[in-house]
């Protein structure tokens, strides 16, 4: 009985830990709070809003309850404590007050209590016309512009108004026209592949006073995607140094290269990357190689322009073998709309886009 209640404990910790913390071994599962609990959180793509309002819920009773739960498991199937009264609300107490802070958030059913909805009531014209500003924020999260970061609980979305961290037990949100964001600091990690990963952290506050200041954090590779969806500049007052990854010294030398190709004539006005959703689209993939060399795979590409040379650049690096980035530009990739094959001198700048 003794070695099954060890096994039983290391067990329940693993679990617990893996609740509050989800590897994505968990995740693929189905053993989260947002997979077991769907039914009550809903759905993040249709009602963004609602659905961390009830995700933080559940998540606050949940952790709280796993101490309890393994109490009473403990006594009633392997009798390693003795049932006390004491020891019963001491274990209740806490989910008792976390169910009482959930009932208050929820009281009336509006959820008007809940500190998220606190905060998008000081965006708007009235407190409260806040679901107003809610339904208009998970418009925002549903278009596929947003610029997502993460998952479960660290995640960061920013939308075309707003700036998102997602919390454990809360939701932080700014309104992107009052931020201000600062870089603080940079993390320097070595990943499974013993290659460098570095991570910056900006603080983003805000001057509404409902707010509160908060850290997002994420590598540097993503930074330049943030920048592009954050209207307002990010400071760097502190003079942090970022290392460039090998993508970002790929994409550099990549538009280098591209720009002594042959450019190309456009016969009609260029229209948005639909990678990014905001570049104009600035490169055509034309078969021009075997000017300068016989290469068979590369192929003619009939598709018109649609891609900004950044997505492209982005899109070839990851058709290459990762762990030799000394021949990416020396490869071919697959054109990412018709898969013809193309490389790098098949990818002409469009005359209007360079000048």
Not at 52 to 62: E, Q
Not at 193 to 205: E, N
Not at 304 to 316: S, T
């Amino acid at each position: 009985m003794a070695d099954s209640f060890i096994l039983f404990t290391l067990g329940y910790i693993l679990l617990s830990l893996g609740l509050v913390f989800p590897p994505p071994e968990f995740a693929g599962f189905g053993l989260t709070l947002s997979s077991i609990f769907r039914r009550i959180v809903g759905d993040e793509d249709v009602h963004f809003v609602k659905y961390h309002m009830m995700l933080t819920a559940v998540t606050l009773v949940s952790h709280l309850a796993l101490l309890p739960i393994y109490y009473f498991i403990s006594w009633y199937m392997f009798n390693a404590v003795q049932l006390t009264l004491v020891r019963a609300v001491c274990s209740l107490a806490p989910v008792t007050v976390s169910l009482l802070v959930v009932l208050y958030w929820w009281y009336g059913g509006s959820w008007e209590k809940h500190p998220l909805s606190k905060v998008l009531a000081a965006h708007a014209p009235r407190a409260r016309e806040w679901p107003n500003v809610a339904n208009a924020l998970s418009t925002e999260f549903r278009r596929v512009d947003k610029f997502v970061h993460g998952s479960g609980w660290g995640k960061i979305v920013v939308t075309e108004n707003w700036v998102v961290k997602c919390g454990l037990y809360w939701t932080d949100i700014a309104y992107q026209p009052d931020i201000h964001l600062s870089i603080q600091s940079t993390e320097q990690y070595k990943d499974t592949a013993q290659h460098d990963t570095q991570y910056v952290r900006i603080l983003v506050s805000s001057i509404n006073p409902a707010c509160s200041d908060f850290i997002i954090r994420l590598n540097t590779f993503d930074y330049g995607d943030l920048k592009d969806k954050i209207t307002a500049p990010i400071l760097n007052v502190r003079n942090v140094v970022f290392q460039q990854s090998i993508s970002e010294r790929f994409e550099l030398a990549f538009r280098e290269q591209v720009l002594m190709n042959e450019r190309w004539m456009p016969t009609q006005p260029a229209q948005e990357c639909i990678g990014c959703l905001y570049a104009p689209s600035d490169v055509k993939l034309q078969k021009l190689c075997e000017r300068e060399r016989a290469d068979p795979d590369c192929v003619s590409c009939l598709c018109r322009p649609m891609w900004c040379m950044r997505c492209v650049a982005k899109w070839f690096a990851s058709r290459q073998e990762q762990n030799r980035p000394e021949n990416w530009l020396s490869g071919t990739a697959p054109c990412p709309t018709c898969r013809s094959v193309f490389c790098i001198r098949d990818v002409c700048p469009i005359v209007d886009s360079v000048l």
